[in-house]
């Protein structure tokens, strides 16, 4: 069975909420037949996204995609900034952007840089670990009220105006220490033989259905499906991020979590996420290719500068590292003087590779156009 319900009393309305079984699924999965072809297309598709990626210095992708992931599941929760907002806002050179928006997706970047800095110095994928992602990213802002980096010690419910008329109605703030401490033991279980795309697929509807904290439950279980696969080393580097494919498929996303939990369906959710696995590494690693062709080309048209290539060549790298920058950061970054940066953002200037975008005659910001219309694609459609 998938789950059971209990009927709990939420302002004055008695409703029911849903308990989920612990995982694994019960009967076990069906991984044959086209279920186990799905998963190996899924996982040849993140083999090619490692090596797309090991073309780039590997700090220069993950920089800019960690960010385009910030903006693409924020908007999901109803924020309307722009990649380029958050770079703006970033690197404290923001007029007219909307900056509690900024501020919000900002605190997205943290909470996941904060998760793998801690995977990183050996902590595990924890209860612990999520809730201080949680509390990152809910430290400020319109859910700063609402018990960050705590467990929910009231009743939720998912669309509706109330509880009583609710599409679903997760379990009982009661119930949710137990039902976490149930996915924490699935996420490092080692005795049940499932591949990790999998577990993942699987954490991830657990986790949306225990919806456990009163706000981000849908940008942290987002985030899950990357910590885990980084954790475990089937990513090297985080850069795999399914909130574009959940949002166009947003009918089916939630029609197969539905299915889950009055069928327990699995299978048919297992292949629409590893569908959503195949096709998002193809597209990011489609992108990783374009960016390393775009920036090769465009060091032979600085280099073409001949003896003035130099200096221009060395902030041509820093804009890869950050596609929005200011000379005095140029400056931070290459060790150039300020007159040596300026002349060479200029030449990058008259080149068409970058361009000016504040329109001041001081605190100038200067943005790498190629490099964020290649990474804004997805990101503007959205």
């Given at each position: 069975?998938?789950g059971?319900?209990?009927?709990?009393?939420?302002?004055?309305?008695?409703?029911?909420?849903?308990?989920?079984?612990?995982?694994?699924?019960?009967?076990?999965?069906?991984?044959?037949?086209?279920?186990?072809?799905?998963?190996?297309?899924?996982?040849?598709?993140?083999?090619?996204?490692?090596?797309?990626?090991?073309?780039?210095?590997?700090?220069?992708?993950?920089?800019?995609?960690?960010?385009?992931?910030?903006?693409?599941?924020?908007?999901?929760?109803?924020?309307?900034?722009?990649?380029?907002?958050?770079?703006?806002?970033?690197?404290?050179?923001?007029?007219?952007?909307?900056?509690?928006?900024?501020?919000e997706?900002?605190?997205?970047?943290?909470?996941?840089?904060?998760?793998?800095?801690?995977?990183?110095?050996?902590?595990?994928?924890?209860?612990?670990?999520?809730?201080?992602?949680?509390?990152?990213?809910?430290?400020?802002?319109?859910?700063?009220?609402?018990?960050?980096?705590?467990?929910?010690?009231?009743?939720?419910?998912?669309?509706?105006?109330?509880?009583?008329?609710?599409?679903?109605v997760?379990?009982?703030?009661?119930?949710?220490?137990?039902?976490m401490?149930?996915?924490e033991?699935?996420?490092?279980?080692?005795?049940?033989?499932?591949?990790?795309?999998?577990?993942?697929?699987?954490?991830?509807?657990?986790?949306?259905?225990?919806?456990?904290?009163?706000?981000?439950?849908?940008r942290?279980?987002?985030?899950l499906?990357t910590?885990?696969?980084?954790?475990?080393?089937?990513?090297?580097?985080?850069?795999?991020?399914?909130?574009?494919?959940?949002?166009?498929?947003?009918?089916?996303?939630?029609?197969?979590?539905?299915?889950?939990?009055?069928?327990?369906?699995?299978?048919?959710?297992?292949?629409?996420?590893?569908?959503?696995?195949?096709?998002?590494a193809?597209?990011?690693?489609a992108?990783?290719?374009?960016?390393?062709?775009?920036?090769?080309?465009?060091?032979?048209?600085?280099?073409?500068?001949?003896?003035?290539?130099?200096?221009?060549?060395?902030?041509?790298?820093?804009?890869?590292?950050?596609?929005?920058?200011?000379?005095?950061?140029?400056?931070?970054?290459?060790?150039?003087?300020?007159?040596?940066?300026?002349?060479?953002?200029?030449?990058?200037?008259?080149?068409?590779?970058?361009?000016?975008?504040?329109?001041?005659a001081?605190?100038?910001?200067?943005?790498?156009?190629?490099?964020?219309?290649?990474l804004?694609?997805g990101?503007?459609?959205?």
């Amino acid at each position: 069975m998938p789950g059971r319900y209990e009927v709990t009393a939420v302002g004055g309305e008695r409703v029911r909420a849903f308990i989920p079984s612990p995982l694994p699924p019960q009967p076990p999965l069906n991984l044959e037949g086209p279920l186990l072809q799905s998963l190996e297309a899924a996982s040849l598709s993140l083999g090619r996204l490692e090596a797309a990626n090991r073309v780039l210095e590997p700090t220069i992708f993950v920089y800019s995609y960690v960010r385009k992931e910030a903006v693409l599941s924020s908007r999901i929760e109803g924020t309307q900034s722009s990649l380029s907002d958050l770079l703006l806002f970033e690197l404290d050179q923001a007029p007219g952007v909307p900056r509690d928006d900024a501020a919000e997706v900002s605190r997205y970047v943290s909470a996941l840089e904060h998760g793998l800095r801690r995977l990183g110095e050996g902590f595990p994928l924890s209860n612990r670990l999520i809730r201080e992602m949680q509390g990152i990213l809910l430290s400020a802002g319109r859910g700063a009220s609402k018990e960050s980096g705590e467990f929910r010690r009231s009743q939720n419910w998912i669309g509706g105006a109330r509880p009583g008329n609710a599409v679903f109605v997760p379990p009982p703030h009661l119930a949710v220490p137990d039902c976490m401490a149930e996915l924490e033991r699935f996420l490092h279980a080692e005795d049940d033989g499932l591949p990790i795309l999998v577990r993942a697929g699987l954490a991830h509807v657990q986790f949306e259905t225990i919806h456990p904290f009163l706000d981000g439950n849908g940008r942290v279980g987002r985030l899950l499906i990357t910590l885990l696969l980084c954790e475990t080393g089937v990513l090297n580097q985080p850069l795999l991020y399914l909130s574009v494919f959940f949002k166009r498929s947003r009918d089916q996303y939630y029609e197969l979590l539905d299915r889950v939990r009055r069928t327990g369906d699995w299978e048919a959710w297992l292949a629409f996420f590893l569908r959503g696995v195949r096709e998002t590494a193809e597209n990011a690693a489609a992108t990783a290719r374009r960016l390393s062709e775009r920036f090769a080309a465009d060091r032979e048209r600085i280099a073409e500068e001949g003896r003035r290539a130099g200096s221009a060549l060395r902030v041509h790298e820093v804009f890869q590292e950050r596609p929005v920058l200011s000379i005095p950061e140029a400056c931070r970054r290459t060790g150039l003087s300020f007159p040596t940066a300026s002349a060479a953002t200029q030449l990058l200037e008259r080149a068409d590779i970058v361009r000016e975008i504040t329109g001041f005659a001081r605190n100038r910001v200067y943005v790498y156009g190629g490099y964020l219309k290649i990474l804004n694609e997805g990101v503007e459609d959205e």
